[in-house]
């Protein structure tokens, strides 16, 4: 199947603090998709990026589609305790294959 | 919104046994759905590929003898760990497509298997 990439592995920041994850594949990509997933919880679908190039925001939440298609970003405006978990970026059309994750914890 | 349910939660079972997941698609009707595994820390590794009314599909190094899956029916599909080992013990999620947007993916809330 196909892989990508995701770094960082683990992300410790103080609440208020920006967040970044990043997403890299080493073929094109149709289309990518961005998951949350709680501590003990199961993924939760947050957004779908088709186009090159695509920009798209929810709230504090800004995700990128990279012009070529092979990669993407998650960027966390002033973090939140609430947005404590692992981000996934997952790619495939059913079947999805997920990144490695990124670990993100907000320190009071 | 869709809504997918798994059964059991959690389960812990002795080495040799063997355990069924369920996975329910509460208001919709899911043809296809899927399984995953997920380890400690780890990621989501597809498993499999449920299909209704035919045998389902399974990713390289997935034993389809050992994981047997079922999905008898648009709303149910069973996973099966047979013979189960210490190893097997992990975290079994299932998810089904949306019916208005195919590429969303609804997750059932996981099964947590332990084996002794």
């Known amino acids: 199947g196909q892989q990508v990439m995701q770094i960082p592995q683990y992300q410790h920041v103080q609440e208020g603090e920006d967040f970044t994850t990043y997403c890299n594949s080493s073929?094109?990509?149709?289309?990518i998709q961005w998951y949350k997933q709680r501590p003990g919880g199961h993924p939760v679908f947050l957004i779908q990026l088709v186009k090159s190039g695509e920009v798209k925001k929810q709230k504090r939440l800004t995700f990128q589609f990279g012009e070529a298609k092979k990669n993407s970003s998650l960027h966390i405006t002033a973090t939140q305790t609430t947005d404590v978990g692992t981000y996934f970026c997952a790619v495939g059309a059913n079947n999805l294959f997920f990144g490695t994750g990124t670990r993100l914890t907000v320190i009071p | 919104g869709a809504v997918v349910s798994q059964h059991p939660s959690r389960v812990i079972c002795k080495s040799g046994t063997s355990v069924k997941i369920e996975c329910r698609s509460l208001d919709f009707q899911a043809t296809t759905m899927f399984w995953y595994r997920q380890f400690p820390k780890k990621s989501l590794m597809l498993m499999a590929t449920?299909?209704?009314?035919?045998?389902?599909?399974?990713e390289q190094g997935v034993e389809k003898d050992k994981f047997l899956i079922n999905h008898a029916s648009l709303t149910l599909s069973t996973l099966t760990v047979t013979s189960a080992h210490p190893e097997d013990s992990s975290f079994y999620i299932c998810s089904a497509p949306g019916t208005q947007n195919t590429d969303t993916q609804y997750f059932g809330p996981g099964t947590r298997l332990t084996v002794l």
């Open positions: 449920s299909n209704e009314g035919s045998k389902a599909t399974y």
């Open positions: 073929t094109t990509l149709s289309n």
